[in-house]
């Protein structure tokens, strides 16, 4: 069965449930017995039909539309709010999951980040003096020829003041790339891209002054994490966006008000990943570890991360209520 012949032949009955819905105003016993217990019965049907749309279209926003309506059916149904997750049920679950649900907006927010890094480190790298001028005053160092025989090219002051710099302009990206979505998305994708030249930018311009051992142990550990993170703030922005682009079978208030829940579920689960990544960066930057364990730490950390999301973002399971069965 594919997505389409699934909603052509679902819809009615989903339509029919948000009617009564919307006739008991969360009040079953306005619509009388024969309704109560039709409503029961579509109910049911939407929760089975929300477990089959979990296991075959994972990543369609018809989940989360089938989602919101099995959740406020319940609370008419059995006349209690749904109940939320704990703290630790989200941290081991439930943020997971929410990265992992829209894997073709990841995919997206991962192209506008990186597509324009790589194109202006290659422009930078073979243009630095042009370059130059768009580097930040905190990386200016990373500009500079390499004093002849210096380990490092860059004092500990410098160090410290270029990652972080980086730190703090990775955490200032991601929270905005998140309320970007609110522009469609527009300011998202603009965050993004922005942020994507800057990095190649540094990048480019670090290289061809002879500083890339000195970026990669500046960067690499905690950065690769801090990109991780960007791409999946990217990526929650995205969602509010295509919610106000396409907002379904839903009101594009409606829409929005869900896809915004689940965006600030992740800047929160994010959250607790910048500052690892944060502290890594206090612990092992200053250390100058050198490029190979550098890379070791960043690219572990990063894998880490997106194995996290693999094994412990797997669909919820479905509960129908108390003697239903989906």
Known sequence: MNLDRFIADRRPSWDELETLLGAAKGRPERI????????????????????????????????????????????????????????????????????????????????????????????????????????????????????????????????????AGIFTNNIRVTFAAVAGGITFGLLTAAVLMFNGVLIGVVSGVGVAAGHGSVLVELIVPHGVLELSCIVVAGAAGLRMGWALVDPGRRPRGQALATEARAAMELVLGTAVWLVVAGITEGVVTPLGIGVGPAVAVGFGLGAAYWLLVWRLGGPKPVTAGPGASP
């Open 32 to 163: 009388g017995a024969e309704r109560m217990r039709r409503l029961g019965a579509l109910y049911r049907g939407a929760a089975a039909d929300l477990a089959t749309a979990r296991r075959r279209f994972p990543a369609e926003p018809t989940v989360q539309a089938l989602e919101d309506l099995v959740g406020r059916a319940h609370t008419v149904v059995y006349g209690a709010a749904v109940r939320r997750e704990s703290a630790v049920e989200f941290l081991v679950h439930g943020y997971w999951r929410r990265v992992r649900e829209r894997p073709a907006l990841l995919a997206i927010a991962a192209l506008l980040l990186f597509a324009p890094t790589l194109a202006a480190g290659i422009w930078a790298w073979q243009d630095p003096g042009t370059a130059g001028a768009l580097l930040p005053s905190t990386s200016e160092a990373a500009g500079r020829p390499r004093p002849e025989g210096s380990s490092l090219g860059l004092t500990t002051g410098e160090r410290t003041s270029m990652s």
